[in-house]
């Protein structure tokens, strides 16, 4: 339960483009409140890239360094979320982790986490 499979990584040149895709396992009855990205870059601490809710509005967050470059979608299958990205830069380099909430009280916490893809950018 809860289980997240990530998938997409690798590696490109700066410019280029990766699309990273995170599914819940299958068998997973668990509805989701939102979805989202992080990153975790050698030596760095783990930050919030994009977000979206599960919900018919499907809000939208993203990181600074994200706007513009990144998107983050759901897929149409339960549980599935995309985070496109464009416009790559060597400062993105770092391990992906997706992330599901689900909710404690009123409270949508991520607590379900996958195991990350490294995406690396080079000059």
């Known amino acids: 339960q809860g289980q997240l499979v990530e998938s997409g990584g690798g590696s490109v040149q700066a410019g280029g483009s990766l699309k990273l895709s995170c599914a819940a396992a299958s068998g997973s009855t668990i509805s989701f409140c939102a979805m989202a990205w992080y990153r975790q870059a050698p030596g760095k601490e783990r930050e919030l890239v994009a977000s979206?809710?599960?919900?018919?509005?499907?809000?939208?967050t993203y990181a600074d360094f994200a706007k513009g470059r990144f998107a983050i979608s759901q897929g149409d299958s339960l549980n599935t979320v995309y985070l496109q990205m464009n416009n790559l830069i060597p400062e993105d380099t770092a391990v992906y982790y997706c992330a599901a909430g689900s909710y404690s009280g009123r409270v949508c916490t991520y607590n379900y986490w996958g195991q990350g893809t490294q995406v690396t950018v080079s000059a």
């Open positions: 979206i809710s599960m919900t018919m509005d499907q809000t939208t």
